[in-house]
């Protein structure tokens, strides 16, 4: 089987690359604290102290690092993978990143006949523990039936979506309908709160109706235990909204959900929330330090 390198180890990825170590594949990973792979190392994954012994060493790479400039390092760094890795080999970065250097990375990438692929994912820590991530892919289309049967270990909504910046541009969509999603999910549980009601009750009525969303149903009995562990993080979702915001401008197009919402998050994040999960916007909405 194809030998799989997988960069970055946190909340998602290492679900993600335990799928592929569950299917066969031998897998090798790095990532910047060696203590986030402790578990896969455990299991039989080949720990590499760089990326580019990465490159050298795997047939395919999946990267799920943090930000934009995380896999611009990562990739077209003097010591990254397009510089080294073998020629025939993909690239799939998994993050949440930018449309135009998902652009750049292909175009860098092609001169040395290395395939790339950015394909973000959506469904949070319980997606990628249950292998059930959704998964938007822009690249080739040829290098992306090449790698459905990688796609189909961690996801079971897998999608082309077309030239390379596709997959980024989709997940900037799923961001954008999450930012106001959030924002009425929190909403409606403070004033089912404010009401009197039962809110466990409440969630049991509008959940399978009209109102029904991902986040209701699984984000919003964490909110009513206090649980704002991240399955992901705020500091990310302020990541995603920069990008969005940009591309939306770029494109002429107003978003004032988003802008709403990017505003409460970053309020969120100087109440000292930024690593905890997206849910914790309830707390930005009921004054809660």
């Not at 066969?24 to 580019?52: C, N, S």
């Not at 009601?197 to 109102?211: C, F, Q, R, T, Y």
């Not at 206090?226 to 995603?240: C, Q, S, T």
Request: with cysteine; aromatic share 6%; proline share 3%.
């Amino acid at each position: 089987m194809q030998s799989v390198g997988f960069i970055g180890t946190g909340v998602m990825g290492k679900s993600m690359a335990g799928h592929l170590m569950n299917a066969g594949y031998p897998v090798h990973v790095y990532t910047r604290t060696k203590a986030k792979a402790e578990d896969l190392l455990e299991k039989g994954a080949k720990w590499a102290d760089t990326p580019k012994e990465i490159a050298q060493n795997c047939d395919v790479i999946i990267t799920m690092v943090g930000y934009p400039k995380d896999v611009e390092e990562v990739y077209l760094g003097a010591e990254g993978l397009v510089a080294h890795a073998k020629e025939g080999s993909y690239l799939i970065d998994m993050t949440t990143s930018s449309p135009q250097l998902a652009q750049k990375i292909e175009r860098t990438a092609a001169e040395r006949k290395i395939a790339t692929l950015d394909a973000p994912v959506s469904g949070g820590d319980i997606g990628a523990r249950d292998a059930k991530l959704s998964i938007m892919v822009g690249g080739s289309e040829s290098a992306f039936h090449d790698m459905e049967p990688i796609f189909s270990k961690m996801g079971t909504n897998v999608v082309y979506q077309g030239k390379a910046g596709s997959g980024q541009h989709t997940k900037m969509c799923n961001q954008i309908a999450i930012a106001s999603g959030m924002m009425g999910v929190c909403e409606a549980i403070l004033y089912a709160e404010k009401a009197g009601l039962d809110p466990e009750n409440v969630l049991k009525s509008i959940e399978s109706g009209a109102a029904g969303s991902w986040n209701l149903s699984n984000l919003g009995p964490r909110i009513l235990k206090g649980d704002f562990a991240p399955g992901f993080y705020v500091k990310h979702f302020i990541k995603d909204m920069n990008i969005a915001l940009k591309s939306a401008e770029e494109m002429g197009l107003l978003t004032p959900g988003l802008q709403l919402a990017k505003k409460l998050y970053d309020e969120l994040a100087e109440m000292g929330e930024e690593d905890s999960g997206t849910h914790a916007l309830y707390k930005r909405l009921a004054n809660q330090g």
